[in-house]
T-cell receptor, first 113, second 114 residues
Framework: DQQVKQNSPSLSVQEGRISILNCDYT??????FLWYKKYPAEGPTFLIS?????DKNEDGRFTVFLNKSAKHLSLHIVPSQPGDSAVYFC????????????FGKGTHLIIQP | DAGVIQSPRHEVTEMGQEVTLRCKPI?????LFWYRQTMMRGLELLIY????????DSGMPEDRFSAKMPNASFSTLKIQPSEPRDSAVYFC????????????FGPGTRLLVL
């Protein structure tokens, strides 16, 4: 049973618009959430994170929102740029993050010119 | 810093052969994680080490898989004997202390077992 779910395998967004990537989780013990970005033939690279004590974290064009009651988080990218085209993974950890990460299957974001 | 280094980047082998994947963590990082990525299951944690000690290997799929970390600057993931279903991309990731910190991933090893 998948504990972290990204229900959209792909998403196409026009350049300059907002990209919204969604993630749901089932494990109530998760207390730290991250988004990773992955280009082909490379390892995932960290993008942004949020602790369960917060409901929003912002870093430049990237904002992550956490809704604990709904067990849902989302990543907003504004404005979207061609270089944002990649696969985005949602990940979660429990126990203060000392354990490994549980990943979703990823969403392939395509930014169209 | 060179980042997490993995070798080889690509490996093609025949069923039944032994495969050894290698990882060199970022200097000073004390926690090391091995992940596997497949189309069906996505990215899965296989095993992780803190200060060279295996902490949780519950993600290791079978006894054919083993991992070691003989010192702070080197880890191996071994598959013996390999099977076609082991074909995947294997990633190594490291963090400084294993707390709520960013995990830095290597470029991965793409394994194909024929």
């Amino acid at each position: 049973d998948q504990q972290v779910k990204q229900n959209s395998p792909s998403l196409s967004v026009q350049e300059g618009r907002i990209s919204i990537l969604n993630c749901d989780y089932t494990n109530s013990m998760f207390d730290y959430f991250l988004w990773y970005k992955k280009y082909p033939a490379e390892g995932p690279t960290f993008l942004i994170s949020i602790s369960s004590i917060k409901d929003k974290n912002e870093d430049g064009r990237f904002t992550v929102f956490l809704n604990k009651s709904a067990k849902h988080l989302s990543l907003h990218i504004v404005p979207s740029q061609p270089g944002d085209s990649a696969v985005y993974f949602c990940a979660a950890s429990a126990g203060g993050g000392a354990d490994g990460l549980t990943f979703g299957k990823g969403t392939h974001l395509i930014i169209q010119p | 810093d060179a980042g997490v280094i993995q070798s080889p980047r690509h490996e093609v082998t025949e069923m039944g052969q032994e495969v050894t994947l290698r990882c060199k963590p970022i200097s000073g990082h004390n926690s090391l994680f091995w992940y596997r990525q497949t189309m069906m299951r996505g990215l899965e944690l296989l095993i992780y080490f803190n200060n060279n000690v295996p902490i949780d290997d519950s993600g290791m799929p079978e006894d054919r898989f083993s991992a070691k970390m003989p010192n702070a600057s080197f880890s191996t993931l071994k598959i013996q004997p390999s099977e076609p279903r082991d074909s995947a991309v294997y990633f190594c990731a490291t963090t400084e202390t294993g707390g709520q910190e960013t995990q830095y991933f290597g470029p991965g090893t793409r394994l194909l077992v024929l």
